[in-house]
């Protein structure tokens, strides 16, 4: 145990010693948040998160990655009965590690739909709450994929099949807090004075994570009940960001302890389902579970409880059109296998981005994000190019829009025939009247976008 203490401190030491190119950060709020975003987060717009652990087993609840706090912790009616009708007296959280099978899991074949569901990037669940790893880790004992269930080491397998596709980033999610590990209560009846658990656990692990499989991208969480200090959030990030074989390319989210969250690190992610109203200043991400209700999978849900392909077209879009990144949440079964309920809504969203994506990766917000003249519209751009993301098909043939100034030089199309020049009039003193295709172009979902060149 002590080793590990020290292994923490030396680490960190090193980072005050060592010297490299450009910028180096401290540990402190001002310098980190000072660190430029990776580019290659901005340009990918759409990630896939994949929430997977011993929850996926019981399969059941309000939520079910929270299954076990809400049967032991909370004592939430709905688990404490769902135990007692289905499991026998003495049964244990535990227990269902060894029913986390993993029999059918392939990833080749979850990196195959992650690439044709149009998404840059994966987020995967290293360790959520429950504490369980993903990944053979040293500092959980047997609460951990490779001594315990499925003997795999989830975390490796994914990370090497996601990377065999071209342009697929690799990430985690990493809980800081575990509800029920004894070091982290112990830490917690002290008032948080103690730091045991972020020394002998959460850090030991978040850096076995970084140097083993080198993600280029940190979804923290679990960070609320204790101060980043706590956490000792800054020297983690100092040394990420200075130091680690990631530093160049790494991105990081802002859940990094109370009071974080859409204020320090990286890109914000705020609240779940963060959905704000107007442009925000800095470079944000919406998670959204296709199962609205869960992350984790539910065996109970219901097909009205998902989000259907459309709706899943409509939130995206409004996202990256306020400058966020959309990472759609599955939660696949504790077999291995995704739904294929999931993995078609999950087609269906990359057939959309194979027509219109030119509208989404690597676009930036336009001066205007959107407007309501005749049917909802939201604007994208890159340089002088404006798209304009049409969310319903208008009824009428001449469709305004109010926002763009043309030229002489503007030159409009749809980019489910970018062959055809679509005729248009300008109207006074700014916008333009477009003629549609008399027949609307049949649209791998919903949404049309009007590619509009030299305008501003
Ligand atoms: C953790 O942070 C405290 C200050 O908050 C600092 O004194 C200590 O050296 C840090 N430990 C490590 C290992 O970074
Ligand atoms: C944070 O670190 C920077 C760079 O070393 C330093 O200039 C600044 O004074 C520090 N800020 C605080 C609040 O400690
Ligand atoms: C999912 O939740 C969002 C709000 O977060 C809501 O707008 C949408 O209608 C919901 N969809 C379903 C299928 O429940
Ligand atoms: C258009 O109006 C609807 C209904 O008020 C609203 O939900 C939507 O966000 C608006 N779209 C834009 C692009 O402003
Ligand atoms: C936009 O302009 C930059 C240079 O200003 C150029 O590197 C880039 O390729 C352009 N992008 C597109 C999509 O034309």
Same mark, same amino acid.
């Given at each position: 145990?002590?080793?590990?203490?020290?292994?923490?401190?030396?680490?960190?030491?090193?980072?005050?010693?060592?010297?490299?190119?450009?910028?180096?950060?401290?540990?402190?709020?001002?310098?980190?948040?000072?660190?430029?975003?990776?580019?290659?987060?901005?340009?990918?717009?759409?990630?896939?998160?994949?929430?997977?652990?011993? !929850?996926?087993?019981?399969?059941?609840?309000? !939520?079910?990655?929270?299954?076990?706090?809400?049967?032991?912790?909370?004592?939430?009616?709905?688990?404490?009965?769902?135990?007692?009708?289905?499991?026998?007296?003495?049964?244990?959280?535990?227990? !269902?590690?060894?029913?986390?099978?993993?029999?059918?899991?392939?990833?080749?074949?979850?990196?195959?739909?992650?690439?044709?569901?149009?998404?840059?990037?994966?987020?995967?669940?290293?360790?959520?709450?429950?504490?369980?790893?993903?990944?053979?880790?040293?500092?959980?004992?047997?609460?951990?994929?490779?001594?315990?269930?499925?003997?795999?080491?989830?975390?490796?397998?994914?990370?090497?099949?996601?990377?065999?596709?071209?342009?697929?980033?690799?990430?985690?999610?990493?809980?800081?807090?575990?509800? !029920?590990?004894?070091?982290?209560?112990?830490?917690?009846?002290?008032?948080?004075?103690?730091?045991?658990?972020?020394?002998?656990?959460?850090?030991?692990?978040?850096?076995?994570?970084?140097?083993?499989?080198?993600?280029?991208?940190?979804?923290?969480?679990?960070?609320?009940?204790?101060?980043? %200090?706590?956490?000792?959030? %800054?020297?983690?990030?100092?040394?990420?960001?200075?130091?680690?074989?990631?530093?160049?390319?790494?991105?990081?989210?802002?859940?990094?302890?109370?009071?974080?969250?859409?204020?320090?690190?990286?890109? @914000?992610?705020?609240?779940?389902?963060? %959905?704000?109203?107007?442009?925000?200043?800095?470079?944000?991400?919406?998670?959204?579970?296709?199962?609205?209700?869960?992350?984790? @999978?539910?065996?109970?849900?219901?097909?009205?409880?998902?989000?259907?392909?459309?709706?899943?077209?409509?939130?995206?879009?409004?996202?990256?059109?306020?400058?966020?990144?959309?990472?759609?949440?599955?939660?696949?079964?504790?077999?291995?296998?995704?739904?294929?309920?999931?993995?078609?809504?999950?087609?269906?969203?990359?057939?959309?981005?194979?027509?219109?994506?030119?509208?989404?990766?690597?676009?930036?917000?336009?001066?205007?994000?959107?407007?309501?003249?005749?049917?909802?519209?939201? @604007?994208?751009?890159?340089?002088?190019?404006?798209?304009?993301?049409?969310?319903?098909?208008?009824?009428?043939?001449?469709?305004?829009?109010?926002?763009?100034?043309?030229?002489?030089?503007?030159?409009?199309?749809?980019?489910?025939?970018?062959?055809?020049?679509?005729?248009?009039?300008?109207?006074?003193?700014?916008?333009?009247?477009?003629?549609?295709?008399?027949?609307?172009?049949?649209?791998?979902?919903?949404?049309?976008?009007?590619?509009?060149?030299?305008?501003?």
């Amino acid at each position: 145990m002590t080793s590990l203490i020290l292994r923490s401190l030396l680490l960190f030491a090193v980072v005050a010693i060592s010297s490299g190119n450009g910028v180096r950060y401290t540990a402190n709020w001002t310098s980190i948040d000072s660190r430029p975003l990776p580019v290659w987060y901005d340009e990918a717009k759409i990630g896939i998160f994949v929430h997977w652990g011993v !929850f996926s087993v019981p399969g059941y609840g309000q !939520f079910s990655e929270w299954f076990w706090q809400s049967w032991k912790g909370a004592h939430r009616a709905d688990e404490v009965e769902f135990m007692k009708k289905n499991y026998p007296v003495g049964f244990t959280y535990a227990d !269902f590690a060894h029913e986390f099978k993993a029999q059918f899991f392939d990833p080749d074949e979850w990196a195959e739909i992650f690439e044709a569901s149009g998404a840059k990037y994966v987020v995967f669940t290293s360790k959520h709450h429950e504490g369980f790893c993903n990944w053979p880790s040293a500092d959980s004992w047997n609460w951990n994929s490779m001594d315990t269930g499925p003997h795999r080491d989830l975390v490796g397998d994914l990370a090497a099949a996601v990377r065999k596709r071209k342009g697929l980033h690799f990430g985690l999610y990493h809980s800081l807090y575990e509800w !029920f590990h004894p070091l982290y209560l112990k830490d917690r009846a002290s008032g948080y004075k103690t730091q045991e658990f972020v020394f002998r656990k959460a850090l030991p692990e978040l850096v076995n994570l970084v140097m083993t499989y080198k993600p280029e991208l940190i979804w923290s969480d679990g960070d609320w009940e204790a101060p980043d %200090t706590y956490w000792n959030s %800054t020297e983690f990030l100092a040394w990420l960001y200075n130091d680690s074989p990631i530093k160049d390319f790494v991105v990081v989210n802002d859940r990094w302890g109370n009071g974080c969250y859409c204020k320090h690190g990286g890109y @914000y992610n705020c609240a779940d389902r963060f %959905t704000p109203g107007s442009l925000p200043n800095h470079k944000w991400e919406k998670c959204q579970s296709i199962d609205n209700r869960s992350w984790g @999978y539910r065996r109970n849900m219901k097909l009205i409880e998902l989000m259907d392909l459309p709706t899943i077209i409509t939130d995206m879009v409004y996202v990256v059109a306020l400058g966020g990144n959309y990472l759609l949440n599955i939660g696949p079964m504790e077999d291995g296998m995704i739904s294929p309920l999931f993995e078609e809504r999950l087609r269906g969203m990359g057939a959309w981005l194979g027509v219109n994506g030119e509208a989404i990766y690597s676009s930036k917000p336009w001066r205007i994000q959107g407007e309501n003249t005749t049917v909802p519209v939201w @604007y994208t751009s890159k340089n002088n190019t404006v798209y304009a993301i049409l969310l319903e098909w208008p009824s009428n043939l001449l469709f305004d829009l109010a926002a763009p100034k043309t030229s002489e030089a503007t030159h409009v199309t749809i980019l489910d025939d970018p062959s055809v020049p679509l005729k248009w009039v300008s109207t006074a003193p700014t916008g333009l009247v477009v003629l549609m295709p008399d027949i609307m172009p049949v649209s791998p979902g919903q949404g049309w976008v009007l590619k509009l060149e030299g305008v501003v």
